[in-house]
């Protein structure tokens, strides 16, 4: 059984770009949340999606967005990239919002110069 | 709201001697707690959970957690460290029914002298 897919795993962005990180979950799970990991702030919550709906939401700006698609893959994007957006960016899935347990796909680390 | 402390940043044990990485947390009722791994470069990997009942969890890789209510704890160890146990632990804790919405805490890095 495939584990939580995440593309790209590495890339470098320049100030003031946007990216696109990809997630694909666990087959059969159709919650998906997503972490930012980095040295200062450690893991923080994003956003979760459930059935195409984000269900909850971090205390990130709005700069921060994500999407869940009929097939539960999910996309974040950052918009304007600042330097302090370089970071560790982890999916999780889970079978539902209230299954408890998450299991994390390996990350995309994105380098912001 | 809820947090989570992680004392210790970072910890050497020589192979074959126990281990003991503390957590505390801060929650309103009784949480859902978790204890994750993550080797360099890699993801988040589950070792225990606890949610109710027995307050002395088993999890993979021969590590164990106790539930302390009253202390607030939820202290990880293992018997006999392995070399490849160096990484890093994070607990987490989050409310019950939902938590895909977790807070972690600092994480302790743990390295292995041979």
């Known amino acids: 059984k495939a584990g939580v897919t995440q593309t790209p795993r590495y890339l470098i962005k320049t100030r003031g770009q946007q990216v696109t990180l990809s997630c694909s979950p666990i087959s059969g799970h159709r919650s998906v949340s997503w972490y930012q990991q ?8 994003l956003f979760e999606y459930f059935s195409e709906t984000q269900r909850n939401k971090g205390n990130f700006p709005g700069r921060f967005s994500g999407r869940q ?6 996309e974040m994007n950052v918009s304007t990239l600042e330097l302090g957006d370089s970071a560790l960016y982890l999916c999780a899935s889970s079978l539902s919002p209230g299954a408890n347990v998450l299991t994390f796909g390996a990350g995309s ?3 912001v110069l | 709201a809820q947090s989570v402390t992680q004392p210790d940043i970072h910890i050497t044990v020589s192979e074959g001697a126990s281990l003991e990485l503390r957590c505390n947390y801060s929650y309103g009722a009784t949480p859902y707690l978790f204890w994750y791994v993550q080797s360099p470069g890699q993801g988040l990997q589950l ?3 606890y949610f109710s009942g027995d307050t002395l969890v088993q ?3 021969g590590f164990e957690a106790e539930f302390k209510r009253s202390q607030s704890s939820f202290n990880l160890r293992k018997p006999s460290v392995h070399w490849s146990d160096a990484a890093e632990y994070f607990c987490a804790v989050g409310a019950p029914g939902t938590a895909s919405k977790l807070t972690f805490g600092t994480g302790t890095r743990l390295q292995v002298t041979l």
């Open chain 2, 47 to 49: 070792l225990l959970k």
């Open chain 1, 109 to 111: 680390r994105l380098t």
């Open chain 1, 38 to 45: 980095t040295p200062g702030q450690g893991l923080q919550f």
């Open chain 2, 59 to 61: 999890g993979i890789k």
């Open chain 1, 69 to 74: 698609f009929s097939n539960s893959r999910s």
